[in-house]
């Protein structure tokens, strides 16, 4: 069956990778990866019954990468990929405390785009310029655990999703969010990037906003 090409997608992607995850032995990457699938599939499932959103008003699809995966959202929702994966960033700590060999998570967001196809298999799958763009973030060095890179373009649509839901930015307040100045660096291919650290004080899990979905983050 020949794979049909589908229209581009401009909107959030969320990576997360385990870090050195080839180093652990495959019983170990096996028990890591299925108590982090669980845990995720068990907060995705909380947060979309918390907004009442069905799921493909939150997330569009996932991409397994071996050693995590790319979330990709809904484009409707556009800026609230960071905040989701501040989210994510909440479940590693309790990762560790369980699994004393566990290293932590990286996680990384970018606002770019994407296409979905189907594949040889016929099911839907994702390529595309946003997916390396936003894995070119994990290679910033000033990286800290506890804390999740997002690019300067995914700062911008984080900055206009906060104007257009005030109460976010109050209950971000809450948790005390904090933001780093803005990190220049180069990726391996010599391509400049501009990203930030951001991370709540007070971590936990923020549900999105059941918006109106006849309007669209431009």
């Not at 060999?101 to 189907?118: A, D, K, L, P």
């Not at 690019?151 to 257009?164: E, Q, T």
Request: a positive charge.
């Amino acid at each position: 069956m020949n794979p049909k090409i589908k229209a581009d997608v401009f909107t959030d992607i969320v990576l997360i990778d385990i870090i050195n995850f080839s180093k652990l032995e495959s019983s170990q990457q096996l028990e890591i990866i299925t108590f982090l699938t669980r845990s995720y599939k068990k907060m995705i499932e909380k947060i979309i019954a918390k907004s009442n959103l069905p799921m493909k008003r939150l997330v569009l699809g996932f991409i397994s990468t071996g050693d995590g995966f790319y979330t990709i959202l809904n484009p409707r929702l556009k800026g609230f990929g960071a905040i989701l994966g501040m989210s994510f960033n909440h479940f590693s700590d309790h990762i560790s405390k369980k699994y004393p060999y566990f290293e932590g998570i990286r996680i990384s967001v970018h606002t770019g785009t994407i296409t979905e196809f189907n594949d040889i298999l016929d099911n839907t799958n994702y390529i595309g310029k946003g997916l390396n763009d936003c894995a070119r973030y994990l290679e910033m060095k000033d990286y800290t655990i506890s804390t999740v890179i997002i690019s300067d373009i995914a700062m911008r649509y984080l900055k206009i999703f906060l104007n257009m839901h005030p109460d976010f930015s109050v209950l971000l307040a809450e948790r005390e969010f904090k933001r780093s100045s803005a990190y220049t660096f180069h990726d391996k291919h010599g391509i400049e990037k501009i990203g930030y650290l951001i991370w709540l004080r007070k971590a936990g899990i923020i549900s999105p906003p059941n918006i109106n979905f006849n309007s669209l983050i431009q």
